[in-house]
């Protein structure tokens, strides 16, 4: 980030409306709706210059994954506490690939990758110096994505809060970093509270997206990327960095779009086969220069839903999975 961009006055943060009436919405969907299969250049760079809440988001995902695991386990389970849970989990993951998918433009959003990385656990617990790693090459290769998925990129990160001295009070409230989940959210444990009734959730789980319209937006966007890249790099007349800004918010509108293909389970053979080939237009990006995370981020996402769906209880037929080019 730049002096000349540190100058400027931000644009406004986007809200995301994840509610209609009772229903819960796609957080993903409700940042992008606005934005058809052939937006102007001016709708994209508005797009990209838009400042989603990703601390709010980066919350809202540990909080509903908390929640799913109070549904699952609670003395009085609901009849279909399985599927309410699973519906928490699905919208905590279209949370996480939000949040890993925006560019670290601010030190907000690096506070919100890094607190929800730590949240998540991809980094694994500090080891004595004797440890000999003994994990295999599919839990090893899973921690990787997720360590590129949550990657800040090269911005420098400055140091957590300082230490407490010797005369500061207030000690159980001190700042263990800049942005912690940990005193974000209520405790862990007890009974569920559901802010949004248990019909509501189901409804979501049983939803989802046009597998084939998001194939779609995905083949667009990067075609319509790739085309303001190449205009910004051959362009003279000072164009460029507009050109440039609204190819970045094309490029993210392809990965949150192959993000929700991954995260939404195929109830039909139809949907799988779209999936399929979203994971093919992916695995294609590998030889462009796209930045790795988004390519780590529809990894990661195949990995973790891959559970959500079981809980689902999907059959083994139905269980998306990829050959992908190991990139990451």
């Given at each position: 980030m730049s002096n000349k961009d540190q100058g400027r006055?931000?644009?406004?943060a986007t809200n995301l409306t994840l509610r209609e009436g009772e229903r819960f919405r796609d957080p993903i969907e409700a940042l992008t709706s606005g934005i058809g299969n052939d937006p102007a250049l001016g709708e994209l760079?508005?797009?990209?210059?838009s400042q989603p809440n990703l601390?709010?988001?980066?919350?809202?995902s540990r909080q509903?994954?908390?929640?799913?695991?109070?549904?699952?386990?609670?003395?009085?389970?609901?009849?279909?506490?399985n599927t309410i849970a699973a519906s928490m989990e699905l919208a905590a993951l279209l949370f996480d690939?939000?949040?890993c998918a925006w560019p670290a433009d601010t030190l907000d959003e690096v506070d919100a990758k890094?607190?929800?990385?730590?949240?998540r656990g991809p980094f694994g617990t500090d080891q004595e110096a004797d440890y000999v790693a003994s994990l295999d090459s599919k839990t090893a290769r899973r921690i990787r994505v997720m360590r590129a998925a949550f990657h800040v990129g090269e911005l420098s990160v400055p140091p957590a809060p300082p230490a407490p001295g010797p005369d500061d009070r207030n000690l159980s409230a001190w700042p263990r970093s800049r942005y912690d989940l940990r005193d974000a959210l209520p405790i862990r444990g007890g009974q569920p509270i559901l802010e949004i009734t248990p019909e509501a959730w189901i409804a979501?789980?049983?939803?989802?997206p046009s597998f084939s319209h998001l194939r779609e937006r995905v083949v667009t966007m990067f075609t319509t990327a790739e085309r303001l890249f190449d205009l910004a790099r051959s362009n003279v007349d000072?164009?460029?960095?507009?050109?440039?800004?609204?190819?970045?918010?094309?490029?993210?509108?392809?990965?949150?779009s192959a993000c929700q293909a991954m995260i939404w389970p195929a109830r039909f053979k139809a949907d799988l086969d779209e999936k399929r080939a979203v994971a093919r237009i992916i695995n294609d990006r590998t030889c462009r220069p796209d930045p790795l995370h988004m390519q780590a981020i529809v990894r990661h996402m195949v990995d973790e839903a891959i559970w959500v769906h079981r809980r689902l209880g999907l059959h083994d037929q139905a269980l998306f999975t990829s050959d992908w080019i190991e990139i990451v």
């Open positions: 006055l931000p644009p406004p760079i508005a797009f990209r210059q601390k709010e988001a980066a919350r809202m509903l994954d908390h929640e799913a695991h109070r549904v699952a386990y609670a003395d009085a389970r609901h009849p279909e506490a690939s939000l949040v890094l607190a929800l990385a730590d949240g979501f789980a049983r939803s989802g000072g164009a460029s960095r507009e050109l440039r800004i609204g190819g970045e918010g094309a490029q993210i509108l392809a990965y949150l």
